[in-house]
């Protein structure tokens, strides 16, 4: 018996790591200018963020119920195998919805789906844990009550270089506050409860920076399990900050790109920070 792991392209995993570990993911599409592509399939990351910052119109659209069958009916062959759907928050996305519909026309005794409430490495980090969790010859039953501990312990910040990408998209949730009074300051921003909310409310892109470290210092004294770094089409300037993190503290780390689904709401110049803190005795 084999518990199966999938989950979809706004995980933003390391490259590489899905074919190692066997993780299937499933494509949302993006379309630029009124054409679409399967994210991470049909189009690299690095062109997507080309064409954007030339100007091209993105929209973004989940994979269908046909898309999720298609899987689950292959890694399903086995009568005696399982499968752990791990997607993007439910109150970002469709993608569950879809992958719910899917279950519903095939086995779904066998299929177990996990809403992550959460997006980008964040999501990856679940899915990581997960991985882990079913390698190591933990049970279904098992790995979602540990995931559940996890996603409080998970903590996705970010600094955007505008707000607008966000604005446009229709993403923006409790973030929409801040939205008329952009100019006047740099809001860190967070995902909590699912959505995208406003974590802290600098005035300087300076004092934003500042308190982005000041987030990651005190994360490393409570104790971090996994730590991630993202860039959209800025990957020098966050090399250079996870350098910094390396030399400062002598912990592994992540970089990892945002892909063109998460880039399509956040723009191209986001700096971003993904945690997972220890879990407390």
């Not at 399982?82 to 719910?100: D, P």
């Not at 519903?104 to 299929?111: G, K, L, Y």
């Not at 308190?211 to 300037?237: K, L, P, S, T």
Request: charged share 20%.
């Amino acid at each position: 018996m084999a518990i199966h792991i999938v989950t979809d392209s706004t995980a933003c995993l390391p490259k590489g790591y899905a074919e190692e570990h066997g993780v299937t993911v499933v494509p949302l599409k993006v379309s630029l200018d009124g054409k679409y592509f399967r994210d991470g399939v049909d189009i690299t990351n690095d062109e997507f963020y080309r064409r954007l910052v030339a100007g091209a119109k993105s929209i973004t659209t989940q994979p269908g119920p046909e898309d999720f069958i298609a899987v689950y009916a292959k890694l399903l062959a086995d009568p005696d195998d399982e499968v752990l759907s791990v997607h993007i928050s439910s109150l970002l996305s469709g993608t569950l919805n879809s992958a719910h519909a899917a279950a519903a026309t095939t086995e779904s005794r066998r299929v177990v789906l996990y809403d992550s409430r959460t997006v980008a490495l964040a999501l990856g980090f679940t899915v990581m844990e997960a991985v882990h969790l079913a390698e190591t010859g933990a049970t279904i039953a098992d790995i979602v009550a540990a995931l559940d501990v996890l996603q409080p312990r998970t903590h996705f910040y970010f600094l955007l270089g505008t707000m607008k990408y966000l604005v446009e998209g229709g993403r923006i949730g409790k973030a929409a506050g801040v939205a008329a009074s952009i100019l006047q300051i740099k809001p860190i921003l967070t995902v909590k409860d699912g959505i995208i909310d406003v974590f802290d409310r600098p005035r300087t892109i300076r004092t934003a920076r500042d308190r982005m470290w000041a987030i990651i210092d005190q994360a490393v004294v409570r104790g971090i399990e996994r730590i991630g770094f993202h860039y959209g089409a800025n990957r020098g300037e966050m090399e250079g900050l996870q350098r910094e993190f390396a030399s400062k503290y002598n912990l592994p780390s992540m970089l990892t790109q945002l892909s063109p689904i998460v880039g399509t709401y956040s723009g191209p110049d986001m700096i971003g920070v993904v945690i997972s803190e220890k879990k407390t005795p």
